[in-house]
């Protein structure tokens, strides 16, 4: 199936939960993201800062970029001028990066945070008591570049789809508590995001409002030899 009959099918999921698609581009070459585009889908998600950098000036302005994977203070700077939102904050240090670009741009910059739910020590991540440390900081509430529109979670990569269940309810359930204390009359706190390819019609029924495919529009990612 083409990437246009993809989406549709996709979308045509997604309608019914009110939840939007964030399309990973990561590893596929700029002639995919055009057929994406010309389909219609305007919100990509990358994981590597230069390599969003590059495809970001070779597409048309009204894409919006998403950061989804880890990100290193150092790569901040190169994102921040045209970065629509930043879905995997992990630390106040990074979360102090963003700020003072976001700034130094003259913008303000959304942000989720990403909460470890896993039941895997290689995915980043903060605790949930991290997170409430974080927000009771004096330096998280003199920032004022960022916008704190919700939370991001990856469940365990796992077959036991019991546990993928209850790991994104666990997200959901502290991201109503947090709606209901620190972010309360904050409209931006909305976004949930959660869901991979192989996991997003559990994470739509826990509530996700974002789900960030990319092996179910493209097919399987190619392994590429890195030359160097
Ligand atoms: C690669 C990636 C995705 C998409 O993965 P698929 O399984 O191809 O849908 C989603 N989120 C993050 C953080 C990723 O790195």
Not at 187 to 202: H, P, Q, R, V
Request: hydrophobic fraction near 40%; proline fraction near 2%.
């Amino acid at each position: 199936m083409s990437i246009a009959e993809n989406l549709a099918l996709v979308n045509k999921d997604l309608a019914g939960f009110g939840a939007r698609l964030i399309l990973v581009t990561k590893m596929q070459p700029v002639s995919r993201l055009l057929e994406a585009y010309e389909a219609g889908q305007r919100a990509f998600g990358e994981n590597l800062a230069q390599e969003m950098t590059e495809k970001h000036t070779q597409l048309p302005p009204d894409v919006e970029w998403h950061f989804v994977g880890h990100l290193q203070s150092n790569k901040v700077k190169s994102v921040a001028p045209y970065v629509g939102m930043i879905h995997s904050v992990d630390s106040l240090n990074l979360l102090k990066e963003i700020n003072k670009q976001a700034l130094k741009n003259d913008r303000i910059i959304k942000c989720l945070f990403q909460i470890s739910i896993a039941d895997e020590e290689t995915k980043f991540g903060l605790g949930f008591d991290e997170l409430v440390l974080l927000l009771r900081s004096e330096e998280f509430k003199a920032l004022g570049n960022v916008r704190i529109c919700g939370l991001m979670g990856i469940a365990t990569n796992t077959s036991i789809l019991r546990q993928i269940k209850d790991e994104f309810y666990e997200l959901k359930t502290f991201f109503k508590s947090l709606a209901e204390s620190f972010f309360q009359g904050d409209a931006n706190f909305t976004e949930l995001s959660m869901g991979m390819s192989g996991d997003y019609k559990i994470a739509l029924e826990e509530g996700s409002t974002m789900v960030r495919l990319g092996s179910a529009i493209f097919g399987k990612r190619k392994k590429i030899l890195h030359e160097n």
